[in-house]
T-cell receptor
Framework: QKEVEQNSGPLSVPEGAIASLNCTYS??????FFWYRQYSGKSPELIMS????GDKEDGRFTAQLNKASQYVSLLIRDSQPSDSATYLC?????????FGSGTKLNVKP | DTAVSQTPKYLVTQMGNDKSIKCEQN?????MYWYKQDSKKFLKIMFS???????INETVPNRFSPKSPDKAHLNLHINSLELGDSAVYFC???????????FGSGTRLTVV
């Protein structure tokens, strides 16, 4: 059984703070990892992908991957109210994506 | 120019009816998917087609039947709708190599 787990939240952070979102997965064979953002009533949109251990930065977003610990995280620096959404972690096993249930992030002005 | 478009956006229907949801992508992607998102936001894969061929068929009731007339289209037909089928259904596509999906806007199905 492939599992992707996230804390459902809500995670509340003040505007300008760093939001840290975490995800664990059950299978060591997985090769690629993704973070999606989903606004209420909208479809998920891809914001980050990461394939190798370490950090990957894109603007205010940093994805961190630790395959030994089966852990992937997303850091959002200088959080803005517009970042308030549900963040979905996805793990790719043999061209099949498994999603976590998402962490709801609230950024308070 | 919507990349992945689904119709209809909303669908309200009675139990026992048969309904279809259509999906089209203009990205030139090889692979298309149907996902179901329940009320707890959990996205679960249902089907995947690669260039018109079915490659993933998860444990889904056989009341659900996908059809791909060409690699740009993947439709979902549902027979004998049940209350538990109420959810948001997302179509998605990805290029070869599965470097992340592009999702359609979703179809909110409500069975009453």
């Amino acid at each position: 059984q492939k599992e992707v787990e996230q804390n459902s939240g809500p995670l509340s952070v003040p505007e300008g703070a760093i939001a840290s979102l975490n995800c664990t997965y059950s299978d060591r064979v997985s090769q690629s990892f993704f973070w999606y953002r989903q606004y209420s009533g909208k479809s998920p949109e891809l914001i980050m992908s990461i394939y190798s251990n370490g950090d990957k930065e894109d603007g205010r977003f940093t994805a961190q991957l630790n395959k030994a610990s089966q852990y992937v995280s997303l850091l959002i620096r200088d959080s803005q109210p517009s970042d308030s959404a549900t963040y979905l972690c996805a793990v790719n096993w043999i061209n099949k994506f498994y999603f976590g249930s998402g962490t709801k992030l609230n950024v308070k002005p | 120019d919507t990349a992945v478009s689904q119709t209809p956006k909303y669908l309200v229907t009675q139990m026992g009816n048969d309904k279809s949801i259509k999906c089209e992508q203009n990205l030139g992607h090889d692979t298309m998917y149907w996902y179901k998102q329940d009320s707890k936001k959990f996205l679960k894969i249902m089907f995947s087609y690669n260039n018109k061929e079915l490659i993933i068929n998860e444990t889904v009731p056989n009341r659900f039947s996908p059809k791909s007339p060409d690699k740009a289209h993947l439709n979902l037909h549902i027979n004998s709708l049940e209350l538990g089928d109420s959810a948001v259904y997302f179509c998605a596509s990805s290029p070869r190599g599965a470097n992340g999906y592009t999702f359609g806007s979703g179809t909110r199905l409500t069975v009453v």
